[in-house]
């Protein structure tokens, strides 16, 4: 079965820097287009960024554009979030997700097919 784990997430300082990963399995990775969630706390989950299959296109939220950067290794299964110049309203708990629909629907997804445990991303003032 579909298998997504995250990693990475921790405190940090606003104007700081993380880097999520994402180990997936039970899938043809290199098919599917891939992405990040991220649902704070009293909100609902929302779209964070995208990459297809290629990992040549991404999408963004608008609230992370020029910040977070996307990518993809094919070749070891995972996909990453590097979020730089952080501010407190990024808190929350960051979801790897998988869907069978192509990157460029990503942000209307309101519910991917899959996604994985979470991890928390703090971000102190």
């Known amino acids: 079965q579909v298998q997504l784990v995250e990693s990475g997430g921790g405190l940090v300082q606003t104007g700081g820097s993380l880097r999520l990963s994402c180990a997936a399995s039970?899938?043809?990775?290199?098919?599917?287009?891939m992405g990040w969630f991220r649902q704070a706390p009293g909100k609902e989950r929302e779209f964070v960024a995208a990459?297809?299959?290629?990992?040549?296109?991404?999408y963004y939220a608008d609230s992370v554009k020029g910040r977070f950067a996307i990518s993809r290794d094919n070749a070891k299964n995972a996909v990453y979030l590097e979020m730089n110049n952080l501010k407190p309203e990024d808190t929350a708990v960051y979801y790897c997700?998988?869907?069978?629909?192509?990157?460029?629907?990503?942000?209307?997804?309101?519910?991917?097919?899959?996604w994985g445990q979470g991890t928390q991303v703090t971000v102190s003032s």
């Open positions: 990459i297809a299959w290629s990992g040549i296109v991404t």
């Open positions: 039970g899938f043809t990775f290199s098919t599917h287009a």
């Open positions: 997700a998988v869907d069978g629909r192509k990157a460029a629907d990503w942000p209307k997804i309101v519910e991917p097919d899959s």
